[in-house]
């Protein structure tokens, strides 16, 4: 254990202004407060808030952490008071010491399910003052030092699992690398212990088959670039059994080359030295391709900058090297902490600085929106795992995205409202579609249309959490609506086929008989396809149903003309995915006679009514609807109509046709050749069209082309 002056002597080295006093006073306040408690160690209980002290001393943190991290537990666990701190170390300190205390009530209530909410209070807490966060990873990395005292295995499992999900990846996202990789190797000595062993025995053996290899390869670095006149302070550090134990499963391989298991560090006083570093190593030795990556220009997004390479060292292995300057190596290994060591003054500022901690604001946003503590964590887990892309708006901003990201992920993370606008983007000056996944360095802008919404289609691609709560946000609150608005529809249809009026009293009672709450339920039951049009009216007018169950069956159209009838629901202004689909059989377009089918809970499905799928719909009648296009004025949406097209197979043929198609205002969203033989060319083409006008005007364009031998629309 610290003793008193050795604590205030290691936080003097560094501080040279730090308070003595109030440190003295806290090792001693601490001290009395605790006083005989034990841990399961059986150690007095004082050594731990004594060894958390050390630790955020380690991290060249200020007084004020210093004095919370040896107050820490004061509050919770004896019978000191928050007020009686306050008074006797000042207001910054009860703060954080508050803040400390509420995060470790938290943890005790921890259960998984509580598990996302801890994290969204614990985001909450830090983002006020980043010095509780560091408190409270300071005072699990104790604790976890220690796990192995506990008796409980369910309770160390418990502590491990919280460590890897939760504490590691926010050390991680703070920049603190160092702490990091403690945090998870100690979990992982308790969550797969074999595994764990079988790495170290590995590392073991490696170690004594290439003898004394790592100071060799320092030593002979550390001349080479002496040689070159550059003064630089060379670290070989194996990397920890963790973090091996996850690059072999990402490689899905073992691990051989010197590389997996030993990253050289090279430290010198510039930034141009750096590069002079560089320089000197890969004239010196054969490069890895593809290995390169320049963190300086670049940094991560929590602060990381170094050069990486990796190179054929002198004794052939491969190398993996990472240059930085004294104070990029203190922020990869103490990360936010480190900017107590470079900024005086107002210790927030670094907390507020700019956009290095955006995500954190960011996480905030997603919890506004998120539904819940699953949707949310399964959004922050998600991202923090994940490698990242960096690509450049049309201004030069950078923006970070996790691997897999498309332009509205790009735009949700410019700004909300960007996101929801967005109908298109440019990538490199050429128009992309939305779900194209972006590549470091690409310049994206975003094309953006007032009237614009954000589409249910867009989650299956967005890999970001803003960009996912925002759609899902978007489509719950949507959804009910169309469900309602299709319902009422629906419902009051079938009260007028049944020779009845949907009075609201009428309606209140099929509430009643049905068991829905208030109208909106029941229309929104009847609009998802659980209840039926008919079901309402029968549970008024029981006589009026019984016995026809195919009343309300929609008129078909090989039956009467096709006509739709008056009673026929109008869909527009409903949007497509959400109660409304469009066939893929028949792909509807506005001027086809169409029909309805209702699928319990997905709403009403648009098809022809000469296309060939309705006939297994025969059968239930009850799930068919009128429905009919409103084609008053201009329909905004584009829908999307299937073309056969045979042609003949010659230079430049297909080129002809996109151009026929370009020049009618349509525009190909996918073109499949189903056959090809030395003559003709067999196609599927799907168009975007406004309507069957539209799309027969296509048609007809493409049959006056020499070259186009027929064109038929598509049915199936
Ligand atoms: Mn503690």
């Known amino acids: 254990m610290l003793r008193q002056y050795e604590l205030v002597e290691k936080v003097r080295d560094y501080d040279t202004s730090a308070d003595e006093d109030a440190l003295n006073r806290a090792y001693v306040f601490s001290m009395m407060a605790h006083g005989h408690q034990t841990r399961e160690s059986g150690d007095p209980y004082f050594s731990h808030p004594v060894e958390v002290a050390g630790i955020l001393a380690d991290m060249r943190l200020d007084g004020a952490s210093i004095i919370t991290g040896l107050l820490h537990d004061t509050v919770e666990d004896t019978d000191a008071t928050l007020e009686g701190i306050e008074e006797q170390f000042g207001p910054e300190v009860g703060r954080l010491v508050d803040g400390v205390t509420k995060l470790s009530r938290l943890e005790l209530q921890s259960e998984n399910t509580k598990q996302a909410e801890n994290f969204r209070k614990l985001l909450l807490a830090m983002s006020e003052d980043i010095r509780v966060l560091l408190v409270k990873l300071a005072d699990r990395l104790h604790n976890m030092r220690t796990l192995h005292h506990v008796a409980k295995p369910e309770k160390r499992v418990r502590t491990a699992s919280e460590t890897m999900e939760i504490y590691a990846p926010l050390a991680e996202r703070i920049g603190m690398q160092a702490l990091k990789d403690e945090l998870e190797d100690l979990a992982f000595i308790e969550l797969n212990p074999t595994a764990r062993a079988s790495v170290v025995e590995r590392l073991r053996y490696l170690r004594e088959e290439g003898g004394d290899m790592i100071t060799r390869i320092v030593e002979r670095l550390q001349k080479t670039l002496a040689e070159a006149g550059i003064e630089a302070e060379v670290i070989g550090r194996e990397k920890r059994p963790y973090s091996i134990w996850r690059t072999m499963q990402r490689k ?31 004239g010196t030795w054969p490069t890895v391709p593809g290995r390169f990556k320049d963190y300086i220009s670049t940094p991560k997004p929590n602060g990381y900058r170094s050069i990486h390479t990796t190179v054929y060292g002198p004794e052939h292995q491969r190398l993996e090297i990472q240059i930085r300057t004294r104070e990029m190596h203190e922020i990869a290994e103490f990360g936010v902490a480190a900017h107590w060591s470079y900024k005086s003054g107002d210790p927030t500022s670094a907390v507020r600085d700019g956009r290095q901690y955006r995500w954190v604001r960011e996480l905030l ?69 939305l779900r194209t996944i972006l590549e470091n360095g690409d310049q994206v802008e975003i094309v953006r249309s007032n009237v614009a919404a954000p589409s249910p289609t867009w989650e299956q691609f967005v890999v970001t959490g803003k960009a996912r709560s925002r759609i899902r946000r978007f489509v719950r609150g949507k959804e009910r609506d169309e469900y309602i608005q299709l319902g009422k529809a629906i419902v009051e249809r079938a009260f007028v086929q049944a020779g009845f009026e949907s009075t609201r009293k009428a309606i209140r009672r099929a509430c009643e008989v049905l068991g829905e709450k208030t109208p909106d339920d029941l229309f929104a039951a009847v609009g998802d396809g659980r209840i039926t049009g008919t079901a309402a009216v029968g549970a008024v007018y029981p006589e009026a149903v019984e016995g026809k169950p195919g009343k309300g069956k929609a008129t078909r159209g090989k039956k009467d003309g096709g006509s739709a009838g008056d009673h026929a629901i109008p869909i527009r202004g409903l949007i497509p995915g959400m109660a409304v689909h469009f066939a893929n059989c028949c792909h509807p377009l506005p001027g086809d006679r169409i029909v309805g089918i209702v699928t319990t809970g997905k709403g009403v499905t648009i098809h022809t009514i000469d296309c060939d799928m309705l006939q297994q719909f025969e059968a239930t009648p009850e799930r068919w609807i009128d429905v009919a296009w409103t084609v008053d004025g201009e329909t905004a949406e584009l829908h999307v109509g299937r073309i056969h097209v045979t042609v003949s197979n010659e230079p430049g043929t297909l080129g002809t046709m996109s151009t026929l198609i370009a020049r009618n205002n349509g525009n190909i969203s996918n073109l499949k050749i189903t056959n090809r033989s030395t003559d003709f060319f067999d196609m599927v083409i799907d168009v975007e069209v406004r309507d069957v006008k539209h799309l027969t005007n296509v048609i007809a364009a493409l049959r006056a082309n020499p070259s186009v031998n027929s064109v038929e629309r598509s049915r199936l």
């Open 252 to 282: 899905n391989v073992g691990f051989e080359q010197l590389s997996d298991i030993v990253a050289f560090r090279v430290v010198v006083d510039t930034i141009p030295r750096c590069y002079e570093t560089l320089g000197v190593v890969h």
């Open 365 to 433: 946003e997603i919890l506004e929106h998120a539904a819940g503590p699953e949707e949310f964590l399964e959004h922050t887990k998600l991202e923090m795992f994940q490698d990242q892309v960096f690509c450049f708006s049309p201004r030069g901003d950078i923006i970070a995205l996790p691997r897999g990201a498309t332009p509205v992920d790009f735009a949700y993370a410019v700004h909300t409202d960007v996101g929801d606008t967005c109908v298109g983007a440019k990538i490199n000056g050429q128009i992309k579609p």
